[in-house]
C-alpha cells in the first residue's frame, strides 16, 4: 500500500501562488508516474501535470506557462507550483500516484487539498 499526504492548499487572490506537496511513503516501485488532478464542484477530475521518476512531465494546456510540477525522488515528494492563479483554478487537488507492478496498473490517491482563488 501507498499512501499521500497533501498539503498548501489555501485561499489566494487572483494573480498570486500556491505550492502545493505531496508526500509518498509505503512500498512502490521506484518507476512511477506522480501527478497532480484537481475537481472543481460539477466537474469530472481533470490532470492538472505529471512527471516521471526521469523527470518528463506533462501539463494540462490550461495550466502551461502558469503552473511548475518537480518532485524530489529521494523523499518521494512531488511539488506543483502554481502562479498566476485564476478563479477558474478553484478546485480540490488531489495527488496520484501509477506504477506498474505485477503486470497491472497500481494507482494511488492523497486525500485532496482545497484550493480556492478569489477575483
Known amino acids: 500500500q501507498v499512501q499521500l499526504v497533501e498539503s498548501g492548499g489555501g485561499l489566494v487572490q487572483a494573480g498570486g501562488s500556491l505550492r502545493l506537496s505531496c508526500a509518498a511513503s509505503?512500498?512502490?516501485?521506484?518507476?512511477?508516474?506522480m501527478g497532480w488532478y484537481r475537481q472543481a464542484p460539477g466537474k469530472q477530475r481533470e490532470l492538472v501535470a505529471s512527471?516521471?521518476?526521469?523527470?518528463?512531465?506533462n501539463y494540462a494546456d490550461s495550466v502551461k506557462g502558469r503552473f511548475t510540477i518537480s518532485r524530489d525522488n529521494a523523499k518521494n515528494t512531488v511539488y506543483l507550483q502554481m502562479n498566476s492563479l485564476k478563479p477558474e483554478d478553484t478546485a480540490v487537488y488531489y495527488c496520484?500516484?501509477?506504477?506498474?507492478?505485477?503486470?497491472?496498473?497500481?494507482?494511488?490517491w492523497g486525500q485532496g487539498t482545497q484550493v480556492t482563488v478569489s477575483s
Open positions: 496520484n500516484v501509477q506504477y506498474i507492478r505485477y503486470g497491472g496498473l497500481r494507482s494511488y
Open positions: 509505503g512500498s512502490m516501485s521506484a518507476n512511477n508516474a
Open positions: 512527471i516521471t521518476s526521469g523527470g518528463s512531465t
